[in-house]
């Protein structure tokens, strides 16, 4: 081979190596793009199924609540047809009288038994709930269970955090993180249910 041939053919096998280098150099930039675009992506998924899942356990709870209110509702205008006098008389303005008295003695009870009887803290039912289940809770499942056994007490998922958090700064409660969520465990009366490794305990408030 004669030294131009030599010389041309070393000059393509340049140029082909650095159009390889070039192209490979590309196509990892490409794949390291796509790579975090990815797991942006698997990010969000995970966190839309998460909220898929706990929207679904409320509108069940809604759904579930909503047939005892109308059943309730259905009965009292049967109830109160048979009460209406068909005339009026001293007879039935007694009656009348009698039953507002019946009313308003049965409303007194009801108000001094609702008075005698304390609820307890949100942190308390809280704190019951997680010795219940044994086993790590999120803020968001707490409150979604409190919908569902508790309409009456105040389940926003913030509220909800504070009162675990107060349980943590008691040590009544183990804060453990994992990933990007958070969840609490009870400490049990002797500390049988100890914190996770990865637990980020907060210490007693003074």
């Known amino acids: 081979m004669s030294d131009s041939a030599v010389t041309e053919f070393t000059s393509v096998q340049t140029q082909y190596e650095a159009q390889v280098a070039a192209d490979l150099e590309n196509n990892t930039a490409e794949r390291q793009r796509l790579r975090g675009e990815i797991e942006s992506l698997q990010a969000k998924l995970e966190t839309l199924e998460h909220d898929?899942?706990?929207?679904?356990?409320?509108?069940?709870?809604?759904?579930?609540?909503?047939?005892?209110?109308?059943?309730?509702?259905?009965?009292v205008p049967g109830a109160r047809v048979p009460k209406r006098p068909a005339?009026?008389?001293?007879?039935?303005a007694k009656t009348s009288k009698a039953r507002t008295r019946t009313k308003s003695s049965a409303k007194r009870a009801a108000a001094n038994t609702g008075a005698a009887e304390k609820q307890p803290s949100l942190a308390q039912l809280v704190s019951t709930m997680l010795a219940a289940h044994g086993e790590p809770r999120s803020a968001a499942e707490i409150s979604a269970e409190l919908v569902a056994n508790h309409p009456a007490r105040n389940s926003n998922i913030n509220v909800v955090?504070?009162?675990?958090?107060?349980?943590?700064?008691?040590?009544?409660?183990?804060?453990?993180?994992?990933k990007k969520s958070?969840?609490?465990?009870h400490a049990g009366r002797d500390g049988d249910a100890a914190p996770a490794p990865s637990a980020d305990v907060t210490p007693a408030a003074g």
Not at 52 to 75: D, E, I, M, N, Y
Not at 87 to 92: D, F, I, Q
Not at 182 to 185: A, I
């Open 52 to 75: 898929h899942t706990l929207l679904l356990g409320l509108q069940r709870v809604f759904a579930g609540g909503s047939a005892p209110a109308s059943a309730r509702g259905a009965k």
């Open 87 to 92: 005339k009026s008389s001293a007879g039935s």
């Open 161 to 178: 955090r504070n009162a675990l958090e107060l349980l943590v700064a008691k040590s009544e409660a183990h804060r453990a993180k994992q």
């Open 182 to 185: 958070v969840f609490y465990t």
